[in-house]
């Protein structure tokens, strides 16, 4: 029988989503949070862009001394050889995700005639024997806008994928169109007929990705294969955003039947799992909704008066699970009244007095020194007060966070070549964002009119 994994893609999915910004210590805390509850992977950014190499580095060696327990570290790419050439320069990642959309509505909307079925796959096989011939352990083929591609063709592409080597095959419910219903019988289709391990990814524009996910997953697990349910944190991603990391968990330990059907191919520790949550809502500056699942302010809370009657006698009349199960702190993580911090702008008395606090001393004033460096760095890298897990990170970790924290900027030459024409004919675009080197993203109508190296050109 096949098994349950989490693939979580908030530091991919996520983080490129409008307006969600994390930054990179950021990002890195959340690897180790997820490390600790224990999913299988993150997919955790762009090993292709220049921006994310230090971040990229810094994880893999957090990776490789125990940082992230067991937790798979996947870059993610388009199925272009261009791009995989580039993230294989990371020489220790060891999985990626390669994404090309299969749709006609893709075909004909983004690619626009540069490609037809027969060239998408071959573009998309290149791709992967570029992956595993430059040394990779394995891939994915995500197959953008899968729930809008014809059955058949799609399980042609997968077929082609496998027969490259691709170890999974992930369906991309891009606009979030399916239903429990239609994505069982296509997730069934795909997997009984290719034989490779699934990953689903639905997003929730009709506010079913999680319900979509679980019947996905069931759909897979009955073809008798394993199953990668692709989550973000708080279900924060592209849009009306992704399935809830949580509460397809919670879905499958608690809803009815379905802990029968489908098993956790991971074991997973949810004391972490309110921490994660707020610690990712507070990195986008989101407050969660009072209703979040598991997480929220009102999860556990009762004041009807039937309800809080019910509760006091017995709360399986209105909780089908406890609170303590999610790490749910029972009082205000955030102390009001007299408080010392430190932080970029902080010194030394200060940094000491908070890390005694913390249980954590300094042999002397240099060491001292260079951690108030860390903190002063970091504190105006997040742009928000450090979280004591993020002080203690700092003091166990001191140089893998001096990489985190610094960003080598291209020279200009280089800049202008990394949006490249070739890449234009792959993904032509309808209005093109110009990316300044503040990070600031702004839409240039007209860029249409420019040519396509123009319209990549970075702007001041
Ligand atoms: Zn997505």
Redesign the pocket.
């Known amino acids: 029988m096949g098994k349950v994994y989490f693939l979580d893609?908030t530091n991919r999915?996520g983080v490129q989503a409008a307006r969600l910004e994390m930054s990179k210590f950021q990002r890195t805390m959340l690897n180790h949070y997820l490390g600790q509850l224990g999913i299988a992977q993150s997919e955790f950014g762009f090993p292709f862009i220049w921006a994310e190499n230090n971040y990229i580095e810094a994880n893999l060696d957090l990776k490789e001394m125990g940082v992230m327990g067991d937790l798979v570290l996947s870059g993610w790419c388009r199925a272009v050889s261009g791009d995989v050439e580039k993230a294989l320069k990371h020489d220790r990642i060891r999985y990626l995700s390669l994404s090309i959309p299969t749709s006609d509505q893709m075909l004909s909307g983004k690619f626009r005639g540069r490609l037809d079925k027969d060239s998408l796959i071959q573009t998309m096989v290149d791709a992967v024997h570029t992956a595993l011939d430059g040394g990779v352990d394995a891939v994915t083929v995500n197959a953008e806008d899968a729930s809008r591609t014809d059955i058949g063709y799609l399980i042609r592409f997968a077929e082609a994928a496998k027969e490259a080597g691709a170890g999974r095959i992930r369906y991309?419910d891009?606009l979030g169109y399916e239903s429990p219903d239609s994505i069982y019988r296509r997730i069934y289709a795909l997997a009984s007929e290719v034989g490779l391990a699934i990953e689903t990814?639905c997003?929730n524009d009709l506010g079913m990705a999680v319900a979509n996910s679980i019947s996905a997953a069931q759909a897979a697990v009955a073809a008798g294969v394993d199953v990668y349910i692709n989550t973000t944190v708080n279900g924060m991603?592209?849009r009306a955003g992704?399935a809830d990391l949580l509460s397809c968990i919670l879905a499958i330990k608690f809803a009815r039947g379905i802990a029968d059907k489908l098993e956790f191919g991971q074991e997973l520790d949810l004391s972490v799992a309110w921490k994660l949550a707020h610690y990712v809502a507070d990195a986008f500056s989101l407050t969660l909704p009072i209703n979040q699942v598991g997480v929220g302010d009102n999860a556990f809370a009762h004041e009807s008066g039937i309800h809080a009657d019910g509760m006091l006698k017995d709360r399986h009349n209105y909780e089908l699970y406890d609170h303590g199960l999610l790490g749910r702190a029972q009082w205000s993580y955030k102390p009001t009244g007299r408080i010392i911090t430190t932080g970029e702008f902080g010194g030394l008395t200060g940094l000491r007095y908070v890390y005694e606090q913390m249980g954590i001393t300094f042999e002397n004033d240099e060491s001292a020194l260079q951690i108030l460096n860390l903190v002063q760095a970091a504190n105006a890298h997040n742009h928000m007060q450090l979280t004591s897990d993020e002080l203690r990170f700092i003091v166990d970790y001191p140089l893998q966070v001096h990489r985190l924290l610094t960003v080598t900027i291209p020279d200009p030459q280089e800049l202008n070549g990394v949006r490249r024409e070739e890449d234009m004919l792959q993904c032509p675009v309808d209005v093109a964002k110009v990316v300044t080197v503040g990070e600031s993203v702004s839409l240039v109508e007209d860029a249409l009119k420019k040519t396509p190296s123009q319209a990549w050109s970075p702007v001041s």
Request: a negative charge.
């Open positions: 893609v999915d991309c891009t990814h997003h991603g592209e992704n």
